[in-house]
Each structure stands twice: as structure tokens, then as C-alpha cells.
């Protein structure tokens, strides 16, 4: 029986154009959709730009238009950049829109009616320079668990999650200020009283990855589930809360009900009714998100949805970040990479195969390495698949296929026995799967062509049945090739399909021979990637780029606002300085902290006897080795902070946004350790 399903991506926050970044998820569901339609199934993928929030309001104030002309525009931008890499979706909309705040006020009455809802006054941090208070992503400062630096206003790299509150030394990433606390009303939702509900939805029903289960379970559920602040006091661009004038709903209640407010939309266009999707148990929903936001997907919607009667989703596909020759996006490394520079100078197929060779079922994070990615593409898609079909097309051209299929080895039959394995690959995400065993069947067909040399048969007009045959199965065994390949590479679908004369619609024309027909003009499908030109596309990149320190998954909201460069700090006198202790200090030992995902134990010498314990969150960019034997400037008279891995006796200084970009301050040769720096 065909399936019913209902896919959607994360929506991309309408501030910022569409990376590389991005991408990854979008490209992994389009495959995923398109796999899914190749097989049969009833199959629709929606999105929406994610359009609330103070970001917008600021951007748009800043450039002196509306914020509905600000969405509309980057809708647009967004839109375009999705349609050229062959991103196809069957309904794309906006969460500012009237179906969103309708169902906003079902969903909130729900909670009202369920006793979920509740109201307190708090205290916020508000920015007095933008006169605004500050949403959690627009504040950084130092984790008060582990004392890493620089780390978002709700969660740190150590997996510790906070409140902007408790943030150490915060700054508001809108002016570089550092934000005063002020009062203000706001709600709740009591996500405690759902502890049950939402333990048996992890547990149970392989709705998520089994790594994605235990952080869940480890992180949160193995304590008291906080209460969720679900609105923000005006100023703010977004939808008033009905029932409490003044407040509005914070972009992360909206957002996710914009799913559904998309599905709304596309039933309108399609006469069919919302009930058929959301409440009806027959229908499978899918959600492909990055890991950034696994919280809000996996505890605070489950929960929403169960309250409100809407269908629970049936999995929800965690992905990892990007990275780019090892480290992450970064505008000085020409490595943040926006959609539109890559396809100046990048075919967007290669960058769909690229990730397809790289992309499982696990969530782990991506890398694209430019060699890797140069080498992949011309190994793989020319030098084997395309290859096939080169080194035959203009002999078939001029004979067209022959009526029965010739003996080719047991190559085909080989090709449709691994179809099922193919299948399974894609149905579970694991594209790398897949792709790995499409190249084996390439790696079989080719020496097929080479060992016939059709080159040769055709000079000799006795042989042109001989030369019929061989160009039958060069070109039946690249259909079907190319039938596997049809959800990564649909532009090379399409290609085939003019070619030779017959459309690829369905996963089971890769079990049978297309035989008896004539064969158009072959022309040339995809040519080899430059290194030059890939080099060319950072170098622009490098002055067009605007700086990031996330890895950038595309997530409601997250990596698409960047940070301004750090002003500089409040004026100080002399005497201020004369405060902090700086001192030269030798690196006598260095370790991996295994608990930390990003800091070492270093064990530093001030001279004589007199030794420190440091713990300092470089780990992306150091390995222990490089360290021991080094002068580093350390802060000697910060007070001890006890951590859940010893106590930090100081800090090393260190410059640069984080990260792998991090770089330790040296010392010239002559320096002592224990000597002060002035």
C-alpha cells in the first residue's frame, strides 16, 4: 500500500541570505522526498520562512522599510536559492501569515484550557542602547557551569543549558553593550506537568535517532523539565497574544505551528482538508532538523501538538553541522559560503552528490573538503557515471538499441538485485550507504564498454549489430544508474530522460531494459570541477561573506543572524589595570578533558616551585602536544572557579571569535615564566 507522508525542513529565519550551511538539510530532505515519490508514495514536502522576532524588527528599522517588505524580499531571495539546487517543494509560506496566527490561538487555547499556562514577572535583560529587551540569541557571555567564553544566551558547548540571567560578563550581540536587568511579565508553559507524556514519546515508537534518545533522556528528562517562556513584552513584530494585550508570542511558539499553517495553505490550493494530514494516523509526519534545535523539536513540540490533538510526528531526522576543510564557517577563511557565490562558479548537482556521499543516518557532523569534494565529483559523476554514457552516445545516436537485450555478463540483473539495498539506504538516511553501492555497480559497468572498445566496432560496418548490443547495455546500465541517482541528481535524471526519449517516474524502470528505440543527440552532461574555481569562490567569499561562529545547521533562527565584531570595552584607568595580574607562564602538561567537548587541563608553571591548573576552551583549535613547552600569557590572579573537571586556578588569554579559530598570545624568546606582563 502507498504511504501518505509529510515532510518538512526546518524554516530558514528571514534575516539573512541561504548558505552552504543551510543546505545540508534541505538538500538531505529533498532526496529523501524525492526518493519517496520515485517509489510511489503520496509524499509532500512544505516549508515556510521564519519571520517573528526582534531581529527582524531591528533589520528592518535599520534599513528603513516595513518588516512584511523585509520577509517578502528575503522570501524571495530564499525561494530562488532553493529552486537552483534543485530543492523542490510543494508548498512554501511564511509563518506572518493569517492561517499561522489562527492556528497559534487553537494551540494556545489548548494549553489555557489544559492548566499549562502560567505567569510570573522576571527579570531580563534588556539592551539600552537598542531600547529592546534581549532574546536569548542576542546575548553571549561566559557558561556559569564550565566557564567557557563567548557562548549563546541559553545553552553552552559543554551541553549545559541556562537561562541569559545566569550568563557571566553578557554582552548584547545587537550594540556590544552589556545589558541591565529590568522587569517584566511573562508566560509560561509548565512543560514539568507533560514529563510523562513526553518520557514515553522518547522511549518509545523509534521516533528518534537512538543517540538523539539518550542525550534527551541524560540531559533533560533525568531532571525537572523547565518551565517554557513562551512570550515577549513589546516591542516586538510578531502575533499578539490575545488574551494577554501587550505580549506577544515568542518566534518559537509560532514557528513550528507554521508547519502546520503551511499545510493549511496548500490544502486551500488543493482541496483537501488539514484533518487528512495532522489528524489522521494513517498519515506518517517527518521533521528533518539540525541538532542545534533538537530541544524544541523533540520536547517542547511533541508536547504542543499532544495538548492541541494534532498528530505527533512520526520521526524526526537529526542532522549534524557543516564544516568546511575542517573548521568552521568563517568570512576570514573564505569559508562562509553563500548560495549565490557557489553557483558562480559550481554546478549545484555536484554539491547535492558531495553531500549525499557524506550524509548517514547518524547525527555527525559534515565536512566539506575542497580537494575531497574536487576529487569526488570527478572520480565519481564523470569519470564513471557519465563516463558510461560519453563513451557509447554517439555510436547510439546512429543505431539505435537493439530489440532484445544482449548478453552483458549478468551485469544488470546484478544492478537490480542491489536496487532493493539502494532503496533501504535512502529510506533510513543513509545516503553514503547508498551512493557507495551505486559506484560499485559504475565500477562493474565501465570495464564492460572498455573491453568491447565500441570505438573500434564502428569502423567496421560488419560489425554494427555487434555495436548495437554493446551500446544497448552501455546505455540500459546507465539508466539504470541513473534511476538510483534520480533523488541526488535530478538535473541528470531530466538529461537522461530527454535523451533517451523516456521519463524517469518510477524506482522499478530500474528493473527493466529499454530496448527497440531510437536515441537522441548526446550531449555533454556534466564537466569537471576546477580546482581554480573553487579557489575563486572562496577568494570572494572572503570579501562578501559575513563572519559566523556557528557551524550552521539551517534551524529556526539560529545561525542566520551573525555577530557584530566586538566593540571595544568601557574606558578604564591605570589603576584598573594594575588590577589584573597578567603573567608569563610555561605549559608543562596538556590533556583532553573527556567529559568536555572543548576544553584541555593544562598544568602551567609560574617559575620555582609555584604551578597552576588551568582549564581553557581551546580544544578545536590545539592538540595537547603542540602546547607543553609553550610561553603563554595567563591571567594569575583570577579567582579559582571550581568546575565539574577540577578547579581552574586562571586563564590563559588568548584572541579570536572561538572555536577552531583561537589563538593563544605569545611571547617572545627571553621571557621567564613568572614574569609580569605590562
Not at 177 to 205: M, Y
Not at 618 to 625: S, V, W
Not at 656 to 663: I, L, R, T, Y
Request: aromatic share 10%; proline share 4%; charged share 25%.
Amino acid at each position: 500500500m502507498n504511504r501518505q507522508i509529510l515532510v518538512t525542513s526546518a524554516l530558514p529565519y528571514a534575516n539573512g541570505p541561504i548558505h552552504l550551511g543551510h543546505l545540508v538539510e534541505y538538500i538531505q530532505t529533498d532526496i529523501w522526498v524525492r526518493y519517496q515519490k520515485l517509489r510511489g508514495n503520496r509524499c509532500i514536502y512544505l516549508c515556510a520562512d521564519d519571520t517573528h522576532g526582534t531581529a527582524i524588527m531591528i533589520r528592518a528599522k535599520n534599513e528603513g522599510q516595513s518588516e512584511e517588505d523585509l520577509i517578502a524580499s528575503m522570501s524571495q531571495s530564499h525561494q530562488q536559492d532553493f529552486a537552483r539546487f534543485g530543492i523542490q517543494f510543494d508548498h512554501y509560506g511564511s509563518t506572518n501569515s493569517l492561517e499561522n496566527k489562527e492556528l497559534c490561538g487553537i494551540f494556545w487555547t489548548a494549553l489555557r484550557n489544559a492548566g499549562l499556562i502560567t505567569e510570573r514577572t522576571i527579570e531580563q535583560l534588556y539592551d539600552p542602547e537598542a531600547n529592546t529587551f534581549l532574546a536569548d540569541r542576542f546575548v553571549r557571555g561566559t557558561c556559569p557551569k564550565c566557564g567557557l567564553t563567548d557562548q549563546a544566551g541559553d545553552n553552552c558547548n559543554c551541553g549545559h543549558t541556562y537561562s541569559p540571567t545566569d550568563l557571566i560578563d553578557p554582552k548584547s550581540t545587537l550594540s556590544g553593550s552589556t545589558p541591565v536587568l529590568r522587569n517584566a511579565i511573562h508566560l509560561f508553559v509548565e512543560l514539568e506537568k507533560l514529563r510523562g507524556f513526553l518520557t514515553q514519546w522518547v522511549e518509545e515508537g523509534n521516533h528518534l535517532q537512538t543517540e538523539v534518545a539518550n542525550y534527551l533522556k541524560g540531559h533533560f528528562l533525568s531532571d525537572e523539565l523547565r518551565d517554557w517562556d513562551i512570550s515577549r513584552p513589546a516591542p516586538y513584530f510578531g502575533f499578539e497574544i490575545p488574551d494577554a494585550p501587550g505580549h506577544y508570542w515568542y518566534v518559537w511558539f509560532d514557528a513550528p505551528i507554521g508547519y502546520i499553517a503551511t499545510t493549511e495553505q496548500w490544502c486551500q490550493a488543493n482541496g483537501e482538508s488539514l484533518a487528512a494530514w495532522w489528524k489522521n494516523d494513517e498519515c506518517e509526519i517527518h521533521h528533518f532538523i539540525g541538532k542545534d534545535i533538537t530541544y524544541f523539536h523533540t520536547l517542547f513540540w511533541p508536547g504542543m501538538l499532544q495538548t492541541a490533538g494534532f498528530n505527533l510526528p512520526t520521526q524526526v531526522h537529526i542532522h549534524g553541522f557543516l564544516t568546511i576543510n575542517g573548521g568552521k564557517m568563517s568570512k576570514s577563511k573564505g569559508t562562509f559560503i553563500a548560495a549565490d557565490t557557489y553557483l558562480k562558479y559550481n554546478n549545484p548537482s555536484y554539491l547535492r552528490y558531495f553531500y549525499a556521499t557524506k550524509l548517514t543516518q547518524r547525527v555527525e557532523d559534515l565536512d566539506l573538503g575542497i580537494d575531497e569534494f574536487a576529487r569526488k565529483v570527478n572520480t565519481d559523476l564523470v569519470g564513471k557515471v557519465v563516463n558510461l554514457a560519453s563513451r557509447v552516445g554517439k555510436f547510439a545516436h546512429q543505431t539505435g538499441l537493439a530489440d532484445h537485450y544482449p548478453d552483458d555478463g549478468g551485469l544488470f540483473d546484478q544492478g537490480v538485485k542491489a536496487g532493493d539495498e539502494i532503496a533501504a539506504a535512502y529510506e533510513c538516511k543513509d545516503y553514503s550507504k547508498a551512493i557507495r553501492r551505486i559506484m560499485e555497480l559504475a565500477d562493474a559497468a565501465n570495464p564492460y564498454v572498455e573491453h568491447a572498445k565500441p570505438w573500434e566496432m564502428r569502423k567496421d560496418p560488419a560489425r554494427e549489430n555487434d555495436l548495437r548490443a554493446v551500446c544497448t547495455v552501455a546505455i540500459n546500465l546507465f539508466r539504470q544508474l541513473t534511476i538510483y541517482l534520480a533523488p541526488v541528481l535530478p538535473d541528470l535524471a531530466e538529461q537522461c530522460s530527454q535523451w533517451l526519449g523516456e521519463p524517469i517516474e518510477s524506482w522499478d524502470q530500474s528493473k527493466s531494459h529499454l530496448l527497440g528505440t531510437k536515441v537522441g543527440k548526446f550531449n555533454r552532461m556534466l564537466d569537471r570541477v576546477q580546482i581554480e574555481d573553487l579557489e575563486k569562490m572562496i577568494e570572494e567569499s572572503k570579501n562578501t561573506a559575513e563572519e559566523t561562529q556557528e557551524t550552521a545547521s539551517s534551524s529556526f533562527c539560529d545561525s542566520d543572524q551573525p555577530l557584530k565584531d566586538e566593540p571595544l570595552a568601557d574606558e578604564i584607568s591605570i589603576e584598573d589595570f594594575a588590577k589584573v595580574d597578567l603573567r608569563v607562564a610555561r605549559v608543562l602538561a596538556a590533556e583532553h578533558v573527556p567529559e568536555a567537548n572543548k576544553l584541555l587541563k593544562l598544568q602551567l608553571s609560574l617559575g620555582g616551585d609555584e604551578r597552576r591548573q588551568v582549564f581553557a576552551g581551546i580544544k578545536a583549535a590545539y592538540e595537547p602536544e603542540q602546547l607543553v613547552g609553550r610561553l603563554v600569557v595567563m591571567v594569575a590572579n583570577l579567582k579559582p572557579r571550581k568546575m565539574r573537571f577540577g578547579l581552574s586556578e586562571g586563564m590563559v588569554t588568548a584572541a579570536g571569535p572561538g572555536g577552531a579559530e583561537v589563538f593563544i598570545l605569545g611571547i617572545d624568546d627571553g621571557a621567564l615564566p613568572g614574569q609580569r606582563v605590562h
